[in-house]
């Protein structure tokens, strides 16, 4: 009921920060209604790879923007399901399915919206074992049993799937004065994870151990509510979970990637730590051997065992990856969500710079990660 649009928000932890995004992406966001778009709330950009024909899930989709981008991607032969708790958002997210099935030139939708909870999704009829990719962008912190949103996403999601998700992370457990601030809970402060937390979350739920792929800070403008905060630090972080068991190979191995997945011939970028050039072998350790092995992603690697070279130690701490990437040049800066009338998948567009596309043109396309 406050939020009636993105301008509305009070801090600037629901923002996108700009980043060169792929043709097909771009293309597929310059088609999202305005109504959409305007209602957007998100905090990262949950765009992985290799999503043609994929069955995706939404967790937390508001107003749809993610879900319409994400439909256009997936292809005609996909599958889109956006779940939100909130009526009026999945209202507005309905309403304009057959705007957008008709910017994409498809004979009949790809994309459904629920009303649900993320802690019981069966509820909402989502089966075991039904989707190949969960994303979610900045809503599972306001959920207060996450545990229970991360089994979730662990039992509909098929084996070798995966959680590619942005949220807002703690620098530590949060007092009670600020978990209780109506402000910062609804502008996903007040609830964000302890970042060491979700490790210890994601390993009893199933999941391989959390792949931190981006981070940047989120800073508090306003006084009064960083007399709130006192010395608690936020960070908006993207993360990627896999549903793949051990392979009981054991060791490090060396993987070499084939350039097979468009929009990624030269190189793909797995996470923070893990970069694969085409035809160029990369030592890697008994996690990432697994989940090359055992993902979408199996096709296009060949892993081997390896001796000799250990694999370089992880960065896990998505607030010194922030630090890290902030040293490589000036921090982006907002998409402006928290400006008057602003649009932040138009802003997002701008930033990219060049004309923008048709809806049709990225046909066929991958994204590239963030």
């Known amino acids: 009921a406050v939020l009636q649009r993105s301008a509305d928000l009070q801090t600037n932890a629901c923002v996108t920060c700009p980043r060169p995004l792929p043709a097909a992406a771009q293309a597929a966001l310059e088609c999202v209604h305005e109504d959409v778009a305007s209602r957007y ?38 599958h889109v399901t956006g779940v939100d708790m909130t009526a009026a958002q999945v209202a507005v997210a309905r309403k304009h399915i057959d705007y957008h099935m008709e910017k994409f030139g498809y004979r009949t939708p790809n994309v459904e919206f629920l009303q649900g909870y993320l802690e019981s999704l069966g509820d909402a009829g989502l089966r075991d074992e039904s989707y190949d990719i969960v994303v979610s962008n900045c809503v599972v912190n306001l959920s207060p049993d996450k545990r229970a949103v991360l089994q979730e996403a662990f039992r509909v999601l098929k084996p070798g799937g995966e959680m590619y998700f942005s949220d807002v992370y703690g620098s530590q457990d949060l007092p009670a004065d600020v978990r209780k601030h109506r402000v910062l809970w609804g502008e996903c402060l007040g609830g964000a994870l302890w970042w060491k ?73 797995l996470d ?55 040293l490589k040049g000036p921090a982006p800066r907002p998409a402006g969500c928290c400006g008057p009338a602003a649009d932040p998948s138009r802003a997002e567009a701008k930033h990219l710079g060049g004309a923008p596309r048709g809806c049709a043109a990225a046909a066929g396309s991958e994204p590239a990660p963030e």
Request: one cysteine or more; a neutral charge; charged letters at 25%.
């Open 41 to 78: 709330y998100g905090c990262g950009l949950v765009i992985p790879e290799r999503l043609e024909g994929s069955r995706i899930l939404d967790l937390g989709s508001g107003s749809g923007r993610d879900c319409y981008v994400l439909s256009k991607l997936v292809g005609e032969g996909g």
């Open 197 to 269: 937390d979700l490790y210890r979350i994601a390993r009893d739920v199933g999941f391989r151990p959390p792949r931190l792929v981006t981070a940047s800070p989120i800073t508090i403008d306003s006084r009064a509510l960083e007399s709130v905060v006192g010395h608690c630090r936020f960070v908006s972080a993207t993360f990627r979970l896999f549903k793949v068991p051990p392979a009981g190979a054991g060791g490090r191995c060396q993987a070499v990637y084939d350039g097979g997945i468009p929009g990624h011939e030269q190189e793909l970028v």
């Open 272 to 326: 923070a730590n893990f970069t694969f050039k085409a035809g160029e072998p990369v030592v890697v350790d008994e996690d990432t051997a697994d989940i090359l092995r055992g993902s979408r992603f199996a096709q296009a690697f060949q892993v081997r065992p390896a001796s000799g070279q250990t694999p370089a130690a992880k960065i896990l701490d998505p607030f010194q990856l922030a630090e890290r990437l902030a």
